[in-house]
């Protein structure tokens, strides 16, 4: 599987991105997607999680009602809406794929994309 992020930038806090990562090689049904973070210093996060169909969703605590993780399996796809962002969202932004499930654990992610650069100013 081969993924490609997109969709970072530059922002106040508050206001809104949407990331991409377009998959390709292995057919979509058969992996789970997740984005991930890291800012300078810390352990790569999970932040949100979903299956191709849009059928199972997974968020982490700090994002839920905030960010929004959706699939389009005809684009092979998968996006993160994110709203009222803060400053404490600032991070490199991945996404990964599995084939194991919906799960928060980076190392159990076989594959990861380049990463994308989200910031968020006060």
């Known amino acids: 599987v081969q993924l490609q992020a997109s969709g970072g930038g530059l922002v106040q806090a508050g206001g809104s991105l949407r990331l991409s990562c377009a998959a390709s090689?292995?057919?979509?049904?058969?992996?789970?997607m997740g984005w991930f973070r890291q800012s300078p210093g810390n352990e790569r996060e999970f932040v949100a999680g979903i299956n191709w169909s849009g059928s199972s969703i997974y968020y982490v605590d700090s994002v839920k009602g905030r960010f929004t993780i959706s699939s389009d399996n005809v684009k092979k796809t998968v996006y993160l809406q994110m709203n009222s962002l803060k400053p404490e969202d600032t991070a490199v932004y991945y996404c990964?794929?599995?084939?194991?499930?919906?799960?928060?654990?980076?190392?159990?992610?076989?594959?990861w994309g380049q990463g994308t650069q989200v910031t968020v100013s006060s």
């Open positions: 990964a794929a599995n084939a194991r499930g919906l799960l928060a654990q980076a190392a159990l992610y076989d594959y």
């Open positions: 090689g292995r057919p979509s049904g058969t992996y789970y």
